[in-house]
Every structure is written in structure tokens, then in C-alpha cells.
């Protein structure tokens, strides 16, 4: 990444830290977003985007919203204060970062994780983290990124209760899981799933079959788990941005499923 990318960022992160309207006595709730820009650059692009998405968000819906990008920030202390954690486009590094992030979650808190936040193979050797997303690992991608019909599978939830029953989402590179996080009928609520209509999805790397679910919740904790989140078209759908943005409302609130 150029050091004019990187110095922009950084602006972002400042930004989004001292922002008028983001003092904690007027935030219902505090959200702390992790991202890293040493990543793939679709994906520093995807975060460069998000951040400034909920920025505006923040000063709508009136909650705090922090970035960083030291994944030491990955600590009990530091979380605690955090209703929403979100992972833009990475995850923790260390051992330590990943047990501080177990802790949080076992004792009450909210996740949001986008696109390459989920990724996990047989090098990842984390187990804790392929049960929390459900039991799905990484099975394959398409290539390019590449606009998609999805089909929400519960309306009744409060993250797609206000969502039309299908719509098509922006140019994306698409995840399939083996296993299928649906599998998981205990833990898991698939919300949103690509619709079958797509296939074959690529051009170089082509999906030809198989369920890919998009937006799940495992119900043992309050997380949301997103496919999107590679390059700079992923908010350019203002029904897409709505379901980003009532994830996050959701998650902040005392609402259980």
C-alpha cells in the first residue's frame, strides 16, 4: 500500500475518533471497529468505506464509534468498555488477542464481521473461532467480484424485517463454506443466502453449485457474520446499507433472539 493510502486511512481512524456527536454521555451504546491496512487492498478499500458509512451512522443513530488498527487493542480491559466489536477486514494475530476476544464474547459481548473477518482454513488453528461462525470453513471463492441476487431466508428478524424478500448486491468476491454454517440447525439462523439463480458465479474462479449462505447469527452469542466486504462498490445499495446498518442497531441493543 502507497504511504498516501496509508496516511489516509489514518485520517479516517482520527476522524472517526473525535468526531462531534460520539461522547460517551450522549452514546447509547460504543462501538470499536478493528481493521488492518497492511491487507489486500480491496479489502483496506471495503474499510476505508465502512468507516466513514458508520461514521455517518454514528452521528444518526447517536452511538460512539472508535477504529483502530493495533490488534493489541485486542485486550479484556479495552473491550470491556465496548458494547459491538466489529472486524472490518481482519482478525486477531496472537494467541492473546484471540483469547481476549473469546472472553468477551463468552461473557455478553456483540460481534460484526465482515467478509474476510470470517476466512478460516486448515492453517487458521483456532477451533473456538470455526464453532463460533458455526462450523463453517473456508471451501472456495469466485473471481472477479461480481454483483449477486440474494434471498433473505427469515424476514422476521430485526437485521432483515424491513429488507424486500430478494434484491441484488453489489459486485463482491463471494465465499462457499464446507461445511455449510446452515448445517448447524442448534446454533445457527441463516438470514440471507445467494440465490441459486446466480450460478455459475465468475470468470476465472467460478462457482457452479452449493448452498452459500451470506448473513448468519450463531444464536449462542450476539454476532452477525457478512460475506461482503471486498472493494469500493459494497455500499452503493441503499437496501444492502440498510441491512449494515440495522446489524449494528441490533447488536448495540438490549434485543435477544
Keep these: 500500500m502507497s504511504l498516501l493510502s496509508r496516511s489516509f486511512l489514518c485520517l479516517i481512524l482520527a476522524f ?40 455517518e451512522l454514528a452521528r444518526k443513530d447517536h452511538f460512539q464509534f472508535d477504529t483502530t488498527t493495533h490488534w493489541d487493542d485486542m485486550q479484556p480491559e479495552r473491550l470491556q468498555t465496548y458494547k459491538v466489536v466489529i472486524w472490518l477486514n481482519d482478525s486477531p494475530h496472537s494467541d492473546a488477542q484471540r483469547r481476549a476476544f473469546e472472553q468477551y464474547m463468552t461473557h455478553g459481548g456483540a460481534w460484526l464481521g465482515f467478509h474476510a473477518s470470517g476466512y478460516n482454513d486448515e492453517s487458521t488453528q483456532w477451533p473456538w473461532f470455526v464453532d463460533f461462525l458455526g462450523g463453517a470453513v473456508f471451501y472456495s ?17 430485526p437485521v432483515t424485517k424491513q429488507l424486500p424478500a430478494s434484491f441484488l448486491s453489489p459486485a463482491n468476491e463471494w465465499y462457499i463454506w464446507k461445511p455449510s454454517p446452515r448445517l448447524n440447525k442448534k446454533k445457527v439462523k441463516v438470514l440471507l443466502t445467494l440465490d441459486p439463480s446466480n450460478y455459475p458465479l465468475g470468470l476465472k474462479d467460478t462457482l457452479t453449485a452449493g448452498d452459500l449462505p451470506v448473513v448468519w447469527t450463531n444464536t449462542k452469542y450476539k454476532m452477525i457474520y457478512m460475506n461482503m466486504g471486498h472493494g469500493d462498490k459494497i455500499f452503493s445499495s441503499a437496501t444492502q446499507n440498510q441491512l449494515f446498518e440495522n446489524a449494528l442497531l441490533w447488536l448495540g441493543s438490549k434485543e435477544d433472539e
Excluded at 468526531?19 to 491487507?39: I, K, W
Excluded at 469466485?142 to 441476487?149: E, G, M, R
Design 141 to 157: 471463492n469466485n473471481w472477479p467480484p461480481l454483483p449477486a441476487k440474494l434471498n433473505i431466508d427469515d424476514r422476521t428478524h
Design 16 to 55: 472517526a475518533v473525535f468526531t462531534p456527536g460520539s461522547s460517551a454521555q450522549e452514546a447509547p451504546f460504543r462501538v470499536l471497529a478493528f481493521c488492518s491496512d497492511n491487507v489486500e487492498y480491496d479489502h483496506v478499500t471495503f474499510a476505508k468505506q465502512a468507516i466513514q458509512f458508520y461514521q
